[in-house]
């Protein structure tokens, strides 16, 4: 995406006004990924408006005539004011030291000037609490909750294939309308979703050997998909992307990552507690778990996770797939898999109770008999002591 479509797709956003200004557009222009030229914008427009607090007058352009030290002793008082106010993580405050500072370094670049940050100048990442990896069942219970079809199509697929909402986003219709169509007339189970470089660049990056990766569809998943592609996608074209937003335009990441976000806080508010620290990538450590629990091996494992190793090149899809199949399917991703689990359990509890009582019931005949037994003994002992 180049510059200008970029600034008219946001061009309702509070930043936008930065891209005004040439040497923030040369910078953010730099970035391929648009959801980094967002975090940049939004890194920048933070800065301004802490520093604005002091000055009124103060543009971004003000910190290229001064020096290094100077600009340095800047960024670093607002950082600071940044993570006494920002809550209790820092991210933001790490962002904006980070992009600011690039910013400056890129654009005096020619005057050999830079800023060089000291370890004093470090910033703690503090986590309140552990990030908890939503279960089987709590995945589901967002799907129910979740208003639209398009919400409940993206978590299933999230979680059932371990995709992160890059990913999803770059989905077009070409991706699943052919595995839709099939699941339709044949019931095919699972789906085989091809994940390309264009799709999911991250997953080629480290390692060029691998020219396609292999992401597998469960049944009720497929059924939401389907679902939703009648409803909305059927009658696009086949490069246009599958999910889309309400005004018709591809689904960005913050979308889906919001959308989790909520759902998750809506559980725990059911629950009685308050968890605030719930990304949408949990989701993928959600399908790991599902993995691991499915005594699924390592190597299949690593495979379906898309973790790109020196054993790759040695690897052969077409030879392994009805086994990684077979074991993906006992995982077992399906929505009923957890009342399955939940029943077995159930009935295994119920067996040992059984075993139990007669158990019990043995051993209170036995404590009669003996009772018996000592009543008889003690009678005759009396008996004797009165003949004596």
């Known amino acids: 995406m180049d510059m200008r479509e970029f600034e008219n797709q946001y061009k309702n956003y ?3 006004y930065l891209l005004e200004n040439p040497e923030v557009r040369e910078f953010v222009s730099s970035y391929n990924n648009t959801h980094t030229r967002i975090l940049v914008c939004k890194s920048i427009d933070v800065f301004i408006r802490e520093v604005q607090k002091d000055k009124e007058d103060f543009v971004i352009s003000n910190i290229f005539p001064l020096s290094p030290i100077e600009c340095r002793k800047l960024i670093w008082r607002i950082v600071q004011r940044i993570m ?23 654009t005096v670049e020619e005057s050999g000037k830079s800023i060089t940050w000291k370890r004093k ?91 396609v990766h292999h992401a597998l569809i469960c049944r009720d998943c497929a059924i939401l998909l389907l679902k939703y592609y009648e409803e909305k996608r059927k009658s696009a074209d086949n490069e246009e992307p599958f999910f889309i937003t309400t005004k018709g335009k591809r689904l960005g990441v913050s979308r889906f990552s919001n959308q989790i976000e909520y759902l998750r ?86 067996t040992e109770i059984e075993g139990l009582k007669q158990q019990i019931a043995e051993l209170q005949k036995l404590t009669e008999e003996l009772k018996k037994r000592d009543y008889e003994t003690i009678l005759k002992l009396a008996q004797k002591d009165k003949i004596s």
Request: proline share 3%; with cysteine.
């Open 265 to 350: 806080s809506k559980i725990d508010k059911h629950k009685g507690g308050n968890r605030q620290n719930v990304i949408a990538s949990l989701l993928r450590d959600s399908f790991y778990n599902r993995l691991v629990r499915g005594d699924m091996r390592d190597q299949y494992r690593e495979t379906l996770m898309m973790h790109v190793s020196i054993r790759s090149r040695y690897f052969n899809w077409e030879l392994e797939k009805n086994n990684i199949i077979a074991e993906y399917l006992k995982c077992g991703f399906n929505r009923s898999t957890e009342n399955n689990e939940v029943k077995q359990k159930v009935s295994q509890q119920s």
């Open 121 to 211: 100048h470090r910033i703690p990442t503090i986590r309140v609490r552990d990030k908890t990896v939503p279960t089987h069942s709590e995945v589901w219970r967002m799907i129910d909750y979740s208003l639209h079809t398009r919400d409940k199509a993206l978590i299933a697929l999230s979680y059932c294939t371990g995709l992160k909402a890059e990913a999803l986003s770059n989905l077009n219709i070409s991706d699943l309308k052919p595995l839709l169509e099939d699941f339709k007339e044949n019931q095919t189970e699972p789906l085989i979703l091809q994940v390309t470089p264009l799709l999911y660049p991250k997953r080629f990056t480290s390692n060029g050997s691998v020219s």
């Open 14 to 16: 509070r930043w936008v």
């Open 84 to 106: 006494s106010t920002h809550g209790k993580s820092n991210i933001t405050a790490k962002q904006v030291k980070s992009y600011v500072s690039l910013l400056y370094n890129e």
